[in-house]
C-alpha cells in the first residue's frame, strides 16, 4: 500500500515537474543572466530572446498546442497590461535596461503571467483534468472581471480583494477538480487548489525577486522576503488564470461535442 502512493506520488511530481517546464526555463534564465556576463545585448533583451525562443521550441516540439499557445498569448496581453498600469503606480520596478522596454516595463515580463498559463494548460491536459459541480458561465466571467479590475481600481478606490477572497468560497464552495494519476482518479476541492497554487507562486515570486527580476520599493536596498499578504494577490491572479483556462477549454468542449453530434447525425 505504501508503495503504490509513494509510486502515484512521484508520478504527480513527474506530471508536474514537466507542466512547469516553460515557468522553470524563466527562472534559470533569471539565474544565469544574473551571474553570467551578457554580451551585445542588455539582460533585458536576453530574457525576451530566450522565452522567444522557448516558446517556439515548445509549439514546434509538441509539448504545447496551437490551442494552448493561443491561451498563453492571451494572458502574455493580460499581464502586460497589469505590469505597465503596476509600474506606472509605483507598486513595483524594473531597474535595469533594456531596448525591449515599453514605458519601463520590459516586454519579457508578460512571459511570466504566460508561463502560468502554459502550467495550467499542460497541466490540465496532462492529468486529464474534470470540474465537478463548476458554476453558471456568466458568474464565473464576472467574478474573473471583478477580481482583475480590482488590481486597477484599489489604487484610487477601496481594495475589496478580500470580499473577492470571500466571493470566490461562496461561488465555488461546492466545485471539486478531478485529476487521474496513473489511471486513478482524484479529487480535491477547488477553493484548496487554489490556496496552493498561490503559495507557491509567492515562494516561485521570492525566487524571481531575488534574481533580479523585478524589484519592490523595499527591496530597492537589499533584497528581503516578498510580504505575506502578496499571497493574497498571487491567489487572486491565479483565480483569473484558472477561470479564464477553465472558461475557454469547457467553451471548446461543448464546440467539440457540438461538432461530434453534427457529424454523426449526418
Not at 30 to 45: C, E, M, S, V
Amino acid at each position: 500500500m505504501m508503495t503504490r502512493a509513494v509510486k502515484q506520488l512521484l508520478s504527480f511530481g513527474w506530471e508536474q515537474a514537466l507542466s512547469c517546464l516553460f515557468p522553470v526555463v524563466i527562472f534559470a534564465s533569471l539565474a544565469l543572466t544574473q551571474i553570467i556576463p551578457l554580451p551585445f545585448l542588455p539582460r533585458y533583451d536576453w530574457l525576451l530572446l530566450i522565452c522567444l525562443l522557448m516558446q517556439w521550441g515548445m509549439v514546434k516540439s509538441g509539448l504545447e498546442t496551437r490551442d494552448e499557445l493561443k491561451v498563453i498569448t492571451l494572458f502574455h496581453i493580460i499581464g502586460l497590461c497589469l505590469e505597465l498600469f503596476k509600474v506606472h503606480m509605483g507598486s513595483w520596478s524594473y531597474p535595469g535596461e533594456g531596448y525591449s522596454k515599453l514605458f519601463g516595463v520590459p516586454l519579457y515580463s508578460g512571459f511570466m503571467y504566460a508561463s502560468v498559463a502554459s502550467y495550467l494548460c499542460q497541466a490540465w491536459r496532462r492529468l486529464k483534468v474534470e470540474l465537478i459541480q463548476w458554476p453558471p458561465f456568466w458568474l464565473v466571467v464576472l467574478l474573473a472581471a471583478a477580481i482583475y479590475l480590482n488590481f486597477f481600481t484599489h489604487h484610487y478606490w477601496i481594495d475589496i480583494r478580500w470580499w473577492l477572497s470571500g466571493m470566490v468560497i461562496v461561488v465555488f464552495w461546492r466545485t471539486w477538480v478531478a485529476y487521474e494519476v496513473g489511471r486513478t482518479r482524484y479529487h480535491m476541492s477547488l477553493a484548496l487548489s487554489f490556496v496552493l497554487i498561490g503559495f507557491f507562486i509567492w515562494i516561485a515570486e521570492n525566487i524571481a525577486t531575488f534574481f533580479g527580476a523585478w524589484e519592490y520599493p523595499n527591496q530597492t536596498d537589499a533584497w528581503s522576503l516578498v510580504h505575506l499578504g502578496k499571497v493574497s494577490s498571487w491567489l487572486l491572479l491565479v483565480i483569473v488564470s484558472f477561470l479564464i483556462v477553465a472558461t475557454l477549454k469547457r467553451v471548446k468542449g461543448k464546440s467539440s461535442a457540438a461538432n461530434i453530434s453534427t457529424s454523426q447525425s449526418l
